[in-house]
């Protein structure tokens, strides 16, 4: 066997809130698949994401901005933690702060991204909503790179669900959850199976 084929994805996931698609990390690709969890970072205190990974014996570290000096200051401690825990890539799973350009600078091409809608339609805060508003009779999932754009970095897997007359966000949300689920960890092996030769 070659020396690569024991290499590890080393995998920092930050959330902000619930953390199913978390969960659905843990559940399906770490410590499988050349991929390991090596730590869960959020902005909020309290997150479930924090929970779940405590249940799943990954550490957990918490940057509340309030405790920096502004944004970046608190994007580069994260940063220099990431780097302590030798992070080869950076998912964010549900998190709801910009990162800074500093901190895209220093992991770029290596930061990927779940956003609800088939981007470029629906960047931002309640893509959900967005696209039921528009009268859509779909929607979707993307995971994507991050740049410095709010959702604009390059695609790397879509899928397409659609939405039924009446149908209300919570209800497309929890069949956007479901791909989000599948899609995301497949993504995740799929970088790790290709860093690993
Ligand atoms: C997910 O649906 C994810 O796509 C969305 O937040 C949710 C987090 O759920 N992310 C964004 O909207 C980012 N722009 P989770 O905390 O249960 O994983």
Redesign the pocket.
Known sequence: MSLAQHEITRVAVL??????????ILDVVHKKHGVEVVCVVSDKLG???LERATEAGVPTAIFPVAEFEDRRARDMAIASHLRDMRTDLVV?????AILSEEFIGAFFGRII?????LLPKY??????EQAIEAGENHTG?TVHYVDEG??TGDVIAQEVIGIAPGETAEQV?ER??EI??QLLPEVIAQIAASRNG
């Open positions: 959330a902000s809130g619930e953390g199913s698609n978390l969960q659905a997150a479930r994401a964010l799973a549900g998190y709801m991204n779940v956003h609800p809608s960047p931002g805060l309640r893509a959900i999932v709010v959702d949300a956007i959850h989000e689920h």
